[in-house]
C-alpha cells in the first residue's frame, strides 16, 4: 500500500528522496487546503502538485541565517525543498527540489498500517 488514510481526511505518503511522511489532506470535511484523490491506495494520484518546504526555505532568510544551517547538531532536521507531482503510483520530482531526486520520478514506497 502506497498511502495511509487517517480519520482526520489526511493521505500520508512516505517519500523517498526525503525519507519523511508527508501528508495531504484530502477530506472535504474540513476547511483546510486540500488535494483531489483518485481513492487508489496502490497507484495513488493526486492533485495538484505536493510543495514542502522546512528550515529557512519556509522562512525566506539566507542560508547564511539559518539557525539549522549553522548547526552541528539539529536532531536530524534539514532544510529542504521537495516539490512533486503524484501519478498512478509514481513521484515526480520537479527541478526546483533540493534534494538529490530532483527531475526524476520513482515508485512512492510502501507505508505501514498503523496498529
Aim: charged fraction near 25%; proline fraction near 5%; include cysteine.
Amino acid at each position: 500500500m502506497k498511502v495511509r488514510l487517517e480519520e482526520n481526511g489526511n493521505a500520508i505518503i512516505h517519500c523517498p528522496a526525503c525519507d519523511e511522511w508527508h501528508v495531504l489532506n484530502v477530506s472535504q470535511q474540513n476547511d483546510r487546503p486540500r488535494w483531489s484523490f483518485n481513492g487508489d491506495l496502490e497507484k495513488p494520484t493526486f492533485a495538484p502538485s505536493l510543495l514542502v518546504r522546512q528550515g529557512h526555505y519556509v522562512t525566506g532568510k539566507p542560508k547564511e541565517e539559518c539557525y539549522v544551517c549553522s548547526e552541528k547538531e539539529t536532531d536530524g532536521f534539514k532544510c529542504y525543498i521537495c516539490h512533486s507531482f503524484i501519478n498512478n503510483g509514481m513521484i515526480q520530482f520537479l527541478g526546483d527540489c533540493t534534494h538529490e531526486l530532483a527531475g526524476q520520478t520513482v515508485p512512492l514506497k510502501d507505508v505501514e498500517l498503523r496498529q
